[in-house]
């Protein structure tokens, strides 16, 4: 018997009636003769409502706390949905995440999955039960409730298959799979046949929300497929796998973008050598994410610095850089908020020199001033101004033939 995991997001979720939608899809599953592993969100926008009531009590929770009424979203989907799930005559079992066995690294809003203990879901697959647990949570070692990020159930589902040995991994989500950009703002986006761990990996990380970006890099690691679905239509979907078939011989695969991007710049580095890394050793200590790092010489052993945050950290990084100025040996800071970040992705960047060249003139073409870049063998990023973001995503779109061909076209 093989075992399948599905997941399904928080829109899919989000009423009665749609639990119960979720429960029918788990049962054709399992009449299919499957063991089925169901993971699930909170229902609709519980999650941003519980961040919402703790910040009508503080403006700065201790992330410990915060696991804690974060975590408590799933845990009301997983009792509703093995509620449906028996109701309709089949047994079935709800399990949170430290029930299911999901171990975490001790770090509180953003642990990674380190370990999970099997035991206790092969023992309920062999009494023939259908499992339902709370993604986007595990505990630590020590007994500590944790979260694994926002959109973190996505990994969730995907490491309970690598550990199970699933044959497959199904993320059911309000989009029927993944698209050459996010559907919801570049209205010519296509849906993909399937895309590369690798691509879909940069995807996410550049922001394109389909997919949590661990979730990616566990099924790289193990080789795992993975298909993004619709969980209303009953339509093919997405294939991530490790070589994807060249649509259209496309060298990009698809647009992403993110904004909350805030540029930093420390002028007057007095040392170029220790400066560097003892400025972004401060900053990882506070577990400051710094993207694009651009250093500049100025005059004999003075050196400028530039590199991106996000907008949330630009108070927490100002007071840790201000707090060790004189260690640090710089004489200020400016920051320039307001900014996103556009990125092309695709495998075929590899064998196709000029890409970036042909990115930079197109948003030159459109007046779109480019800030900061950065590339990899697979993604160019431009970091604009944020209310040129649509704009240079659109047109990168329309460029670089993403949207030639109007397949599927999705409304929403
Ligand atoms: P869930 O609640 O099911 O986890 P998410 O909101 O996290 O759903 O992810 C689905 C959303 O991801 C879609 O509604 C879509 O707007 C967004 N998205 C961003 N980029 C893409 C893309 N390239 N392809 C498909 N959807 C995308
Ligand atoms: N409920 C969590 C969130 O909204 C986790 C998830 O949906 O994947 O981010
Ligand atoms: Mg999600």
Redesign the pocket.
């Known amino acids: 018997m093989s075992i399948i995991v599905q997941?399904?997001?928080?829109?899919?979720v989000g009423s009665e009636e749609k639990i119960i939608n979720v429960a029918n899809r788990v049962i054709e599953e399992k009449q299919r003769g499957n063991d089925v592993v169901v993971v699930v969100?909170a229902m609709g926008k519980t999650t941003d409502g519980l961040v919402k009531l703790a910040s009508n009590i503080t403006s700065h929770p201790s992330k410990r706390e915060m696991d804690m009424l974060l975590s408590t979203g799933e845990q009301v989907t997983i009792s509703l949905l093995a509620m449906a799930l028996q109701q309709k005559g089949y047994d079935a079992v709800s399990y949170t995440g430290w029930q299911a066995g999901i171990v975490t690294e001790a770090v509180h809003s953003n642990a990674r999955i380190t370990e999970i203990n099997t035991v206790k879901l092969k023992k309920s697959l062999n009494e023939g039960k259908i499992i339902v647990v709370a993604g986007f949570q595990g505990m630590t070692a020590s007994g500590e409730i944790t979260t694994l990020g926002r959109?973190g159930?996505?990994t969730t589902a995907v490491a309970l298959a690598a550990s199970l040995h699933a044959e497959r991994c199904d993320?059911?989500?309000?989009?029927d799979?993944?698209?050459?950009?996010?559907?919801?703002?570049i209205e010519n986006?296509r849906?993909?046949t399937s895309v590369s761990y690798d691509e879909m990996l940069e995807?996410a990380n550049l922001?394109?929300?389909?997919?949590?970006p661990r979730a990616v890099e566990f099924a790289k690691n193990y080789q795992l497929p993975l298909e993004?679905r619709s969980?209303i239509e009953k339509v093919e979907g997405?294939l991530i796998e490790e070589e994807a078939t060249m649509e259209q011989n496309l060298i990009v695969r698809?647009?992403?973008f993110e904004n909350e991007i805030t540029r930093m710049t420390v002028f007057g580095l007095k040392n170029a050598i220790t400066g560097l890394s003892s400025i972004f050793t401060t900053l990882a200590k506070h577990h400051i994410n710094v993207d694009i790092i651009i250093q500049s010489q100025t005059e004999k052993n003075c050196t400028n610095l530039s590199f991106s945050i996000h907008e949330h950290d630009l108070g927490q990084a100002i007071s840790v850089l201000e707090d060790n100025k004189q260690t640090l040996g710089f004489t200020h800071i400016e920051h320039e908020s307001g900014l996103a970040k556009v990125s092309i992705v695709g495998s075929g960047m590899i064998s196709n020199p000029g890409v970036a060249a042909e990115m930079f003139e197109v948003l030159a073409e459109h007046d779109i001033i480019v800030k900061m870049v950065s590339t990899s063998e697979i993604k160019v990023s431009a970091v604009v101004d944020e209310q040129n973001m649509n704009k240079a995503a659109k047109v990168l779109h329309t460029a670089f033939d993403l949207d030639r061909v109007k397949v599927e076209q999705?409304s929403?």
């Open positions: 997941k399904f997001g928080g829109t899919s969100s959109g159930s996505d993320i059911y989500t309000d989009v799979g993944v698209y050459t950009s996010d559907p919801r703002y986006a849906k993909l995807l922001g394109a929300g389909v997919l949590h993004v969980s997405t698809g647009v992403a999705y929403s």
